[in-house]
């Protein structure tokens, strides 16, 4: 059965430091991988989707690898800004219909 | 385009009554899927809809769960009788067609309180 973990659970960095949040899944037979962002009492916003094929993408201040041999995906974001402060869920795709299975995710606190 | 519609947004009932959550999707989507959210076991997928047909439900916690898709531009999830166990946020999210490229766009959640 398919395992997100997200380390660490929540983080707190100062306003301009770079950043990055992990995400790691036990089966490497994924479709793809999707990094999400989630603001307190609101939906989830898709922020990078990664097909099993690449290696990378990149959004802005946002960049996400994925490693699917090691089953490991990082979500780099630049020169944080206290609008960055959110939790962060990473999920990959279990099945070919699309269905997701999600980390917990990290919330992520940037002081100004 | 108005997004993911859900109502209510907040729901606070009593053990045993009848709960029923409403989705709307995009507009032109042909994928739908529950999600409830708990910080003990955090987002799980309960059920997904592809052309308005139920494809997995095995994420459905137990009998007195069920959903429905009627048509495109509406589902249901009920809960009879709901418990305090039930207490969490759910989410639905469409997209476009049913597969591994499709960005899932979700709405802003169902916040369930059952006493």
């Known amino acids: 059965k398919q395992e997100v973990t997200q380390i660490p659970a929540a983080l707190s960095v100062p306003e301009g430091e770079n950043l990055v949040l992990n995400c790691s899944f036990t089966?490497?037979?994924?479709?793809?991988l999707q990094w999400f962002r989630q603001d307190p009492g609101k939906g989830l916003t898709s922020l990078l989707l990664?097909?099993?094929?690449?290696r990378e993408q990149t959004s802005g201040r946002l960049n996400a690898s994925l490693d699917k041999s090691s089953g490991r995906s990082t979500l780099y974001i630049a020169a944080s800004q206290p609008g960055d402060s959110a939790t962060y869920l990473c999920a990959v795709i279990g099945g070919s219909q699309g269905n997701l299975i999600f980390g917990k995710g990290t919330k992520l606190s940037v002081k100004p | 385009d108005a997004g993911v519609i859900q109502s209510p947004r907040h729901e606070v009932t009593e053990m045993g009554q009848e709960v029923t959550l409403r989705c709307k999707p995009i507009?032109?989507?042909?994928?739908l899927f529950w999600y409830r959210q708990t910080m003990m076991r955090g987002l799980e997928l309960l059920i997904y809809f592809n052309n308005n047909v139920p494809i997995d439900d095995s994420g459905m916690p137990e009998d007195r769960f069920s959903a429905k898709m009627p048509n495109a531009s509406f589902s249901t999830l009920k809960i009879q009788p709901s418990e305090p166990r039930d207490s969490a946020v759910y989410f639905c999210?469409?997209?476009?067609?049913?597969?591994?490229?499709?960005?899932?766009?979700f709405g802003p959640g169902t916040r369930l309180l059952v006493l």
């Open positions: 999210a469409s997209s476009l067609a049913a597969g591994r490229f499709e960005t899932q766009y």
């Open positions: 507009s032109g989507h042909n994928s």
């Open positions: 990664i097909q099993s094929s690449q």
């Open positions: 089966d490497s037979a994924i479709y793809n």
